[in-house]
């Protein structure tokens, strides 16, 4: 089984600033890493993936995650945030190894708050 | 591509009567489609899963007799509550996972309100 740690439920910053989400997984078989976006009354929306091959990622709106096999990370980060980032982001693992389709294990969310 | 839709976007009902909630896949074929319930500020908590042609899997503790589950073709699934409470009030989200693709694409919820 997998589990994810979103380690701040909430992260305000000032529009413009850097901004990183943390994220922590756990698992005993390889996985697939993902982070999706949730804004007010909407579904998700998946912002990038990692699934093997190089560690840093990049995906929509200006985002990168990198994945840390070593200390089972997938932190979310961008450069200068903007006032329409303010949304839920969740970060989510799969097991891999062949599984499409498999159900995802998401952590807490992390409310992030684009101040002007 | 990968457009998952769900119907109706919100609803309000009277406490005892039943509300099927509809999620199509739009662009795309979906032999699982997840159910997903999430209440304010909480991450999603997975429901079931729903297979075309076959019974839905139920999370532990989720009563599956409130919560019909119907995956009638490969491009939609209906979720029904039951004699609904104003308990059942929450967001439901359902989600497909696109052929050969690890990522899941979300529909975007239908926001049931039990009065």
């Known amino acids: 089984a997998q589990s994810v740690t979103q380690l701040d439920s909430q992260v305000p910053v000032f529009e413009e600033a850097p901004v990183e989400l943390r994220c922590n997984y756990s698992?005993?078989?390889?996985?697939?890493l993902f982070w999706y976006v949730q804004y007010p009354n909407q579904g998700l929306q998946l912002l990038l993936k990692?699934?093997?091959?190089?560690?840093l990622v990049k995906g929509i709106n200006g985002f990168e995650a990198e994945f840390n096999k070593s200390q089972t990370s997938f932190h979310l980060r961008k450069p200068s945030v903007h006032i329409s980032d303010t949304a839920e982001y969740f970060c989510?693992?799969?097991?891999?190894?062949?599984?499409?389709?498999?159900?995802?294990?998401f952590g807490e969310g992390t409310q992030l708050t684009v101040n002007p | 591509g990968a457009v998952v839709s769900q119907h109706p976007s919100w609803v309000i009902c009277k406490s005892g009567t039943s509300v099927k909630i509809e999620c199509r896949s739009l662009?795309?074929?979906?032999?699982?489609m997840f159910w997903y319930r999430q209440f304010p500020k909480q991450s999603l908590m997975l429901m079931a899963t729903?297979?075309?042609?076959?019974?839905?899997?139920?999370e532990q503790g989720v009563e599956k007799d409130k919560f019909l589950i119907n995956h009638a073709s490969l491009t939609l699934s209906t979720l029904t509550v039951t004699s609904a409470h104003p308990e059942d009030s929450s967001f439901y989200i359902c989600?497909?996972?696109?052929?050969?693709?690890?990522?899941?694409?979300f529909g975007p919820g239908t926001r049931l309100t039990v009065t």
């Open positions: 729903s297979n075309e042609g076959s019974k839905a899997t139920y």
């Open positions: 990692y699934l093997s091959g190089s560690t």
């Open positions: 662009d795309f074929q979906a032999t699982t």
């Open positions: 698992s005993s078989v390889s996985v697939y």
């Open positions: 989510a693992v799969t097991a891999g190894a062949g599984t499409s389709g498999s159900r995802l294990t």
């Open positions: 989600s497909a996972p696109y052929s050969g693709r690890y990522e899941q694409y």
